[in-house]
DNA sequence: TATTGTTATACTCTATAACTATA
DNA sequence: TATAGTTATAGAGTATAACAATA
């Protein structure tokens, strides 16, 4: 456990990371923004997917993910093939040029990454890497379903602001 | 150095970051949407300031930072005072209301990420900090200006997909 | 009835460009 | 002429809700 100053300061390191995500955006070909990039990237890692396990590993809607599918096989980067077994789902496949297209962008944000850390260690990338990957499941093992009933951390806690919720939803 | 499979995978954490900063804007009420929350958060740590320091320190545009600045003079929770020196420029000071938002939306970040991150421990909770505050860091630099000529990092490389960049700018 | 996707709509964040007012 | 800030406009990313087709 932590204490305070130090979550307000991850806190605000969070909310500052744009600026690098925005800096390694500015790379990509007009024809891909980086949401479209994020899913012909994770098609290359995990292989062929429906767009729910897409959603799923983006941590993001499937409303969302359809969109920049939809983007991506307009450019025939993928293929939406019907799944046999269950004709509701589609199955998602890098086509040849799609993977080329992730190719080229791998090399283009490596290269990026090279040359802004270039006086990182190896080691000390990997730290990051893994401390970001924990933080990743440390959040994302909490997302979809309410969580283990009776728990809720500290306390009550009447928000003085606000009901509390701000997402498009109570808008 | 780092190999270039490292790169890639810091460059897929770097995008999967979104949904924990998500995660976080979802506790804000919706009269303080992240950007202003950020920036209170600035002023609350680095005290008072101009528009441009901010907008420096939040690694965006001014005409950015201009908005957010109007939404909470809007509400009340800054001031925005001339500055008798440069009546161009603008001062900005947090009010007494202005602070007690912060100190509410510092209280509830930190209880959420205390929850998530029920399981590290002090010492990692600090190592993450102190990498991303690198890694900004290492990018911060070279954000602004042109970077030092005859560097150009590994080689000319033409893209064979479209002229490079890609911002809001060519498109 | 529940699930997989899709589409319509709305909102936030961001950047560029044009403009005002000072320096 | 250059700088600080504002405003108008446009694009990207996301979420919710309503809907279609299939389980």
Redesign the pocket.
């Known amino acids: 456990m932590a204490e305070q100053a130090q979550y307000e300061e991850l806190a605000r390191q969070l909310s500052a990371v744009?600026a690098v995500k925005?800096d390694l955006?500015r790379i990509l070909p007009?024809s891909c923004?980086?949401?479209?990039?994020?899913v012909l990237a994770l098609l290359d890692r995990h292989g062929d997917m429906?767009?729910?396990?897409l959603?799923e590993l983006?941590?993001?809607?499937?409303?969302?993910?359809?969109?920049?599918?939809?983007h991506l096989a307009e450019r025939g980067w993928i293929e939406?093939s019907c799944?046999p077994?269950?004709?509701?789902?589609?199955i998602l496949r890098l086509t040849p040029a799609g993977r080329a297209v992730v190719d080229e962008l791998s090399r283009r944000s490596s290269e990026l990454l090279a040359e802004r850390l270039s006086d990182w260690t190896d080691d000390e990338v990997g730290q990051l890497i893994g401390l970001m990957t924990r933080l990743r499941a440390s959040f994302g093992d909490h997302r979809p379903g309410p969580r283990p009933v009776g728990v809720r951390a500290t306390g009550p806690a009447p928000p003085p602001l606000e009901p509390t919720t701000r997402?498009?939803?109570n808008?």
């Open positions: 744009g925005r955006a007009a923004p980086a949401g479209s990039a994020a429906r767009i729910g396990q959603a983006l941590a993001v809607d499937m409303s969302v993910t359809s969109r920049h599918v939809t939406r799944d077994a269950d004709k509701r789902s589609r997402t498009p939803a808008t």
